[in-house]
């Protein structure tokens, strides 16, 4: 990577650089060249990506026969406002995108016959999420961000936050402004750009997201004229630790439900479907909490091995000890918060913008796989499929430039 300094300003330039540092950007990175120069940004430091929080786990088609019912699941979660194309491409993708994560290191939980462990979550019609106990996200992306750091043609600058892009007489992308952690202004001069920049949770009063989650990309890409899509289709997430304290909302995973907890009024009695799609859920929850008077509903595990609840989902159970609230004694409160935003930059199937030379993929972009409504556990699986596509027509168009 080469660099020229000015007062207060520098200048450095590079094959590809890529915005944000969560599973999108990493995989991203895995899958270029190696005689490709990258240089990778974070807002701030690598731990604080949302990619780190996915708790429940990714999806994975089991078998051939399972081609139609999550094509099925998916659409109808998302309202059947999906673009097909893209969750079609998703899905056929997903089994090689497994088996890259454990050629690469991450660790699946595993039956006793060697087997992958597959759950269900909710609006899902068969078990088919693959799971690292509940810290899933945090599995992943470690893994990711350690095989990146093996590599020598990649730098991570951390602390470093998107002013601009950088477009070109032609009106090409080429590169990006970011402002460095002691002020500085940095213009990156690249062949290539990817934004993974992540979500909108930031902005939210309370959201699953970091605080830094502030919907960046949307923001400068929008400022060049480029289309966002459905920026109105916000998931809300239908359980979160109720603490009544301001800061991020620690969640709690789909899977819980999926594994038998559900979801009680102020009389202890259920009051919905727990395994309804997310949007629903929220939605019978607000409702409930307005019968009741209270601004939570409750979340009982009664129905869920202490043995699947002390190792499936241990981190969740010791943040709710930490919390005053043991999950084998009694019902925790819950709340829903922002979780996820469904719409983003427009993006075609190989993750373009309408931009020559920048791309987009995760949650930043919007590639039609989600709908109005994410299916569960959908996210880390559509953020490395759409982001080794762009990766690879990075590739391909070099090749035949």
Request: proline share 3%; hydrophobic share 40%; with cysteine.
């Amino acid at each position: 990577m080469r660099g020229r300094q000015a007062a207060g300003r520098s200048e450095t330039s590079c094959d590809v650089v890529i915005v944000g540092c969560g599973v999108a950007g990493l995989y991203a990175a895995l899958n270029l060249p190696r005689a490709l120069r990258v240089i990778m940004l974070s807002k701030e430091d690598l731990a604080s990506c949302d990619s780190m929080l996915a708790q429940g786990g990714i999806c994975v088609m089991r078998d051939h026969d399972d081609y139609g019912p999550w094509f099925d699941d998916t659409m109808r979660a998302g309202h059947n406002a999906c673009r097909t194309a893209s969750v079609d491409t998703m899905i056929w993708e997903s089994r090689g995108i497994i088996n890259d994560l454990i050629r690469l290191g991450v660790s699946f939980d595993r039956l006793p016959d060697g087997g992958l462990d597959y759950t269900r979550e909710g609006a899902h019609s068969r078990p088919r999420i693959v799971h690292h106990a509940d810290v899933t996200g945090k599995e992943i992306t470690t893994t990711l961000l350690a095989r990146v750091r093996e590599l020598p043609n990649v730098r991570i600058l951390a602390w470093r936050r998107m002013e601009d892009l950088v477009v070109a007489e032609d009106g090409r992308c080429a590169g990006v402004v970011c402002q460095g952690p002691d002020g500085e202004r940095v213009t990156i001069r690249a062949h290539d750009t990817l934004l993974a920049t992540g979500g909108v949770g930031g902005l939210y009063e309370r959201s699953t997201n970091f605080a830094c989650l502030t919907g960046d990309g949307c923001r400068v890409a929008a400022a060049h004229g480029l289309t966002l899509d459905h920026m109105s289709w916000v998931q809300v997430h239908p359980t979160t630790l109720y603490t009544g304290r301001p800061g991020r909302a620690f969640l709690i995973s789909e899977a819980c439900r999926g594994e038998g907890a559900v979801l009680l009024d102020a009389r202890g009695e259920r009051f919905v479907q727990e395994l309804l799609p997310r949007d629903v859920v929220s939605e019978a929850i607000r409702r409930q909490m307005e019968a009741d008077g209270l601004p939570y509903v409750l979340l009982s595990f009664e129905h869920v091995a202490p043995e699947v609840v002390r190792g499936h989902f241990a981190n969740i159970y010791q943040r709710c000890l930490e919390e005053g609230h043991d999950l084998l004694r009694e019902p925790v409160p819950v709340v829903p918060a922002q979780h996820y935003l469904m719409g983003g930059i427009r993006v075609n199937r190989h993750s373009r913008t309408g931009m020559a030379h920048l791309y987009a993929a995760g949650e930043t972009s919007c590639n039609g796989v989600h709908g109005k409504n994410r299916l569960a556990s959908n996210s880390l699986l559509e953020s490395l499929v759409f982001s080794r596509l762009a990766a690879r027509d990075i590739i391909r168009r070099r090749h035949h430039a």
